[in-house]
């Protein structure tokens, strides 16, 4: 199959501005699921609001696009009622980690498998470019117009303590890496967390003089390092991409099933 | 009516029966006076190979059953007051995407946290009208546990039926109360199983195309077909759109598909109606105090009824303006500072002879409460 055969074709043109990341991510997720030859029918992909939650429209998956926050909550349900099927949850940062931050530690704890994609931005930009948890101190945005004074956090050491099993970071300028991962996250049995850091362009890179799409995918490049490089050494500020967990654990549906298999038909 | 005989709690009445319903996923998390719901699911659910969740509040519960039931099983979740309210905004996404679910609101004292441990029913305009935007909701109670296991069943099917959530709404005393119960036998409730496409793979399905009675055969997600599911106004493939006339079109199926059908899911009870002279209009816990008191004062020729209203949402005004027609006085006896009560003078001619009898302090109103203002009323003094 092509890739085009992977998308909703009639719902094109998208609805994200010009020299967002959000489909650059959209593309690689693509060629990740095609890579692994995975059916259609196989592929729930739960989404929250946001810009990035728009992705769940565009795919020729089973797609479900809820509430803020929530995605991962509702993706628990359909993954606990059918562990069969592959669940796929792209989530922006605002949604994955404000107002989605509670269902985002538990589903990690519980080690449920599933793919999260932070598609991390940090900014609000369906609302106009508001700050959000990742926008980091000093930051200027919509609602912090004389320096952000919130301190934003770490991703993947939030997912690491919370319990996520696998757990990476990349880029959009890094799109074979960015596949490559999205196909490990997927592959990967138990809960996976890919942070993505994607630009945007219209609100904040604006507010932030970080320049036009091309110059902040090449901050990317320039400001980024492969997880373990000795440049980080020289250049703490530099930002690690890569797998930074990877490890066995025992997974929640698997568990749950074994719940079933002792006590099932012993009625009291 | 043949079965098993249990003496249980209401709470463990409402898990019975929504087994019997056909119930497959239940999520929760734990909160006084609901909390014995969760508790029997985590141990029932398993041995029929269902599944139990305990999630990490009630917000993920009610979108784990949505989630659940859009991939084709029977979903529940039960709370209370508090716990009810952070549903609300998933409680609408399930209306606006027509995800069948029940969720169980086992009343306390409010607002906020209140009254954890004692009885309210303060909720009934919550589950109304908590959720933002117009839609139509159906909420249903019960007074005692045989009413509670038949009502219960009636959610499930009511929820399959049309595709809606639809809401239980019981209370601290009927939750926590054990009393007898006769767990009916297979097949003694009829159930209502979930309509399904019967397009097939590979030809173009439409989930959100409603057929002529307002029904719609979904295909489960997961299934052969692939469509969308959004809580924004969507056309009939499940796709945004804010096109008026898709817009107009969706709200309207939204609210005609329970409005319409309002017969299929009114149920109450009614007790001494033809000559009474006095109408008792209640419901859950309240009416157990109103039954008695109508019992006891007919002994005593006392031309008093009962009106036991088993479906609080959409109101059944039909049916409270019939049976009040001839009575001279009616006295709502509810829980709360009078919130079916309005509803009640909206629906009769001569709202005028429509009157309160509440307990807001924690406790069930007794009899003797009743009575006292049926003396006043009646011009006998306390």
């Known amino acids: 199959m092509s890739v085009k055969d992977y998308i909703r074709e009639r719902f094109f043109p998208h609805m994200w501005c010009p020299g967002c990341g959000h489909g650059v991510v959209l593309n690689a997720m693509i060629r990740a699921v095609e890579s692994l030859g995975m059916s259609k029918n196989e592929i729930v992909m739960v989404s929250g609001i946001g810009c990035s939650a728009r992705i769940s429209g565009y795919v020729d998956f089973h797609s479900m696009h809820t509430i803020h926050g929530r995605a991962l909550a509702f993706a628990t349900g359909i993954k606990m009622s059918r562990p069969e099927l592959n669940v796929i949850v792209p989530m922006g940062d605002g949604d994955a980690l404000a107002i989605g931050g509670n269902h985002f530690l538990h589903a990690a704890r519980r080690n449920i498998e599933m793919t999260a994609i932070v598609m991390n931005n940090r900014i609000y930009g369906m609302t106009g470019g508001q700050f959000s948890p990742l926008s980091g101190y000093a930051a200027a945005a919509s609602t912090a117009p004389y320096g952000n004074i919130d301190h934003g956090f770490d991703i993947a050491k939030l997912s690491e303590a919370a319990g996520a099993t696998f757990v990476a970071r990349t880029t959009t300028y890094h799109v074979h890496e960015l596949s490559r991962l999205i196909r490990d996250a997927i592959l990967h049995e138990g809960f996976s967390v890919l942070e993505v850091l994607t630009q945007c362009p219209t609100y904040f890179g604006r507010y932030n003089r970080a320049g ?9 490049k320039n400001r980024t390092v492969a997880v373990g490089s000795e440049k980080k050494n020289q250049d703490p500020d530099l930002i690690e991409r890569g797998v930074f967990v990877k490890k066995e654990l025992p997974e929640y549906c698997r568990e749950y099933e074994k719940v079933i298999e002792k006590n099932q038909q012993k009625q009291t | 009516m043949q079965g098993k ?9 409402c898990v019975e029966a929504a087994l019997y319903a056909g119930l497959e996923f239940f999520a929760g998390y734990p909160i006084t006076p609901s909390t014995e719901i969760a508790e029997a699911m985590s141990a029932r659910l398993p041995q029929i190979g269902g599944r139990f969740l305990q999630m990490e509040d009630e917000i993920s519960s009610i979108c784990a059953i949505i989630g659940a039931s859009l991939t084709g099983r029977k979903a529940m979740t039960a709370t209370s007051g508090p716990g009810f309210s952070l549903m609300q905004e998933a409680l609408g996404y399930a209306v606006m995407t027509e995800i069948p679910c029940v969720i169980v609101d086992v009343q306390r004292g409010g607002p906020s946290t209140g009254l954890p441990t004692h009885v309210g029913q303060g909720d009934v305009n919550q589950a109304r009208y908590g959720t933002h935007g117009d839609h139509a909701i159906v909420a249903l109670t019960a007074s005692n546990h045989q009413d509670m296991f038949a009502i219960t069943v009636e959610a499930f099917n009511i929820a399959e039926t049309f595709r809606t959530p639809v809401i239980l709404l019981f209370d601290e005393v009927t939750g926590h109360m054990r ?25 173009d399905y439409h989930p959100y195309l409603p057929r002529e009675d307002g029904r719609l055969p979904m295909s489960d997600f997961g299934g052969v077909h692939r469509y969308n599911v959004t809580g924004l106004y969507h056309d009939m493939w499940g796709f945004p759109s804010d096109d008026p006339k898709i817009v107009y079109g969706l709200i309207r199926h939204l609210m005609d598909k329970i409005q319409n059908y309002t017969g299929n899911m009114t149920f109450f009870r009614q007790d001494h109606i033809e000559d009474a002279h006095t109408v008792l209009v209640s419901y859950g816990a309240a009416a157990r105090s109103a039954r008695h008191l109508v019992e006891n004062r007919r002994k005593r020729g006392e031309r008093l009824g009962l009106l036991e209203l088993q479906t609080l949402w959409p109101f059944p005004g039909d049916v409270v303006r019939k049976v009040c027609k001839n009575a001279d006085y009616i006295v709502v006896v509810e829980l709360n500072t009078g919130q079916v009560i309005r509803e009640v003078k909206l629906a009769v001619d001569r709202p005028e002879r429509v009157y309160l009898a509440n307990r807001i302090d924690g406790q069930l109103i007794s009899p003797t409460d009743i009575q006292n203002i049926l003396r006043l009323l009646h011009g006998k003094g306390v």
């Open chain 2, 179 to 203: 009393e007898k119960v006769v767990i009916p036998e297979k097949g003694e409730i009829s159930l209502v199983e979930r309509l399904r496409t019967s397009v097939e793979s590979g030809v």
């Open chain 2, 5 to 13: 005989v249990k003496f249980i709690q209401g709470n463990e009445v």
């Open chain 1, 212 to 220: 036009d799409a091309p110059e902040m995918m090449e901050t990317y």
